[in-house]
């Protein structure tokens, strides 16, 4: 074993340092509620939220960001620390390489406290125990956080969905072995009922490739089938504004009949995507590679109305719909 083999893993100590320091994903979304109220809690009301959907979701993004970040840092700074408290002597039977790499550190404190360290070979030795820990650390916590916000746009929505009076049902599985739906609107029950009033909302972080998994998920075929993410606006990543194509829209929309919920400013770009796409089509030019005729694109200009919707008309407009039926 290594310190990479050391550090990760179930048995690795950075899960322990995490579960110290690092609050589940359903109590940072909870924590980033209360920071994004503290500035708008006479907003977040029935009326504001139905309206406003979208500037919440962001400013609850941004929010629970800052809080990771600062987790994060909590972490990293803790390393060696909580290793040394609680580990080092102790249980450290499984952990050889970071022990001795400890002892390097204990060994050059004692020459300095003896003056036999010079300045030079003091910083060296420091370096050198704690330079290839951070640098483990640190990439395996890039990779948790994109664990984890796998599971924050779910958090967020259900907590707005609650304050609008939402009815829904979460990681619902209408038949044993089916896929798992993250929402159900109003019940999974309502669906053997009248499947033409049920939405399935699915949720995304990103996109890239992976939105093919939701778009593919068999559900009833005439339930009402939604995608919604927070990707093209760089609050997740600065890479993600560039996650939407022509084709990629084409599929979601067109060739899988699913609605793509977006945050309003991403479907701003979207609209005007679609308009420049056409423009170069009718010059006799080709868009970005998007491999599309002009009565295609012709056709998604139409449909971006009903089918690409920002988070204000998913509640205001689409589940409104769908509930009024119900009730």
């Excluded at 209408?174 to 033409?196: C, H, N, Q, R, Y």
């Excluded at 559900?219 to 760089?234: E, H, M, P």
Aim: hydrophobic content about 35%; aromatic content about 8%; glycine content about 4%.
């Amino acid at each position: 074993m290594g310190i990479k083999d050391e550090l990760q893993g179930p048995n690795g100590y950075l899960k322990r340092i995490r579960t110290e320091y690092m609050p589940d994903t359903k109590k940072m979304a909870g924590l980033a509620y209360e920071k994004y109220s503290i500035q708008n809690q006479e907003k977040l009301n029935k009326e504001y939220l139905s309206q406003n959907a979208d500037d919440v979701l962001r400013g609850l993004f941004l929010a629970e960001t800052e809080i990771f970040d600062e987790k994060n840092s909590e972490i990293m700074s803790r390393l060696l620390p909580y290793y040394y408290n609680y580990i080092y002597q102790k249980a450290d039977k499984n952990y050889i390489e970071t022990s001795e790499k400890l002892e390097k550190l204990l060994d050059t404190y004692k020459l300095s406290t003896e003056n036999k360290c010079s300045f030079e070979m003091f910083i060296q030795n420091i370096s050198d125990v704690v330079v290839p820990i951070v640098e483990i650390a640190s990439f395996s916590q890039k990779q948790s956080a994109k664990t984890r916000v796998g599971e924050t746009l779910q958090n967020h929505l259900s907590k707005i969905f609650n304050i609008c009076g939402i009815k829904y049902e979460t990681q619902q599985q209408k038949d044993e072995g089916g896929t798992i739906m993250d929402f159900v609107i109003p019940s999974l029950a309502a669906i053997d009922e009248m499947p033409d009033q049920v939405i399935n909302i699915e949720c995304q972080t990103t996109l890239k490739d992976r939105f093919r998994l939701t778009t593919g998920k068999s559900t009833d075929g005439k339930i009402k089938r939604y995608l919604a993410t927070v990707t093209g606006a760089g609050i997740v990543t600065q890479r993600d504004r560039k996650d939407f194509t022509v084709n990629k829209v084409k599929e979601i929309i067109v060739d899988n009949n699913v609605t793509l919920v977006v945050l309003k400013e991403v479907k701003a770009h979207i609209v005007e995507m679609f308009e420049e796409s056409e423009k170069a089509l009718k010059a006799g030019k080709t868009y970005k590679n998007a491999s599309v005729t002009l009565e295609e694109i012709e056709r998604l200009n139409k449909l971006c109305k009903k089918k690409v919707i920002s988070y204000s008309e998913l509640i205001s407009r689409d589940i409104k719909s769908t509930l009024v039926y119900w009730n």
